[in-house]
């Protein structure tokens, strides 16, 4: 089904506070929230040592509330999601994770070729294992989206429920076909190491946002993803998610926007899985969560209260 959201409740009221103050930062409160400090809104975090090098988390929300993880897009960070988490962690225990060589979850030597979605979604259930988090609900964007969805998937008794917002649902190709794509590489957008470079509001406006803030801060984030920008990429794009969707059972809910490249694959998700919410966000572009975070906020509580 699909539903049109609108929001106005008072479960905003208790994380009202803490999104003004992570609003007014912008920018400048991602960058200084992969340092070893923690920023606002977040109330706690910490680092995870697994084999070859770190992850990075931050928490939010009481401790006995049901564990809701926050997975970043490709090139992206934690703070993707930090005007959001705090209306989630008014009910919810919000824990938000760097992915492997985002952010502040470092890794050791150089990045392989392909870092697969399933060995990131491996990594991410070791960490949360080593939090003492068992049964919990994803929610990702992106890479993070299709991380929560393989987990879904492979690790059914682990995801009590899937929340993706602005996920490409991409049937996967072969190593063949993507070995062709990139001799086709865009210099404009990466150098001929594939390191990622600052894009310009003409570059996404066809993709991504049309807020130049976010934009802004995106390119803050790839650049300090940098050299697990693509490898990242391509794992994404040797994966059928679609088809590992469809291999989903827990509960899930679906937010696009209503315009924008993502609108496409809301009739693959309703395919996929046509017991699902699908919820499309006017106004907004491929980043919901940051576009809109008070509507994608609502629209996860909404998810998450009728499964209580």
Known sequence: MIERLAVGRRDFVAGAAMLSAAASAGPALAAADNGA???????????IVRAGGVIQY????????????????????????????PLIGARHRVIAMDLPGHGGSEWLGPPPHVQTVAE???????????????????????????????????YPERVAGVILASVSLFAGQTRAA??????????????????????????????????????????ASRAKADRWVRPSERGVALTDTAALLAQTSAPALLIYADRGYYTR???????ARPDATIIQIAGAGSFVH?????ETAQA?????????
């Open 265 to 271: 694959y809301v009739a693959v998700g309703r395919k």
């Open 37 to 47: 400090g923690i920023e606002a809104p977040w109330t706690g975090g910490g680092r």
């Open 178 to 219: 993507l070995d062709a794509v990139e001799e086709a590489r865009d210099p404009a957008v990466w150098t001929d190491d594939w390191r990622p470079l600052p894009r310009t509001m003409e570059q996404v406006s066809r993709f991504g946002t049309v807020d130049p803030r976010i934009e802004a801060e995106q390119n």
């Open 120 to 154: 990131s979604a491996a990594i991410i259930l070791a960490a949360l294992s080593d939090l003492g988090v068992d049964r919990f609900t994803v929610a990702g964007n992106s890479l993070g989206g299709v991380i929560g969805v393989t987990m879904a998937a492979r």
């Open 58 to 85: 931050r928490t939010l929300g009481p401790d006995a509330g049901k564990p809701v993880v926050l997975l970043p897009k490709v090139g992206g960070w934690i703070a993707d999601w930090r005007h959001v988490a």
């Open 290 to 294: 940051q576009e809109k975070p008070a």
């Open 300 to 308: 996860m509580l909404d998810f998450l209260g009728r499964r209580s």
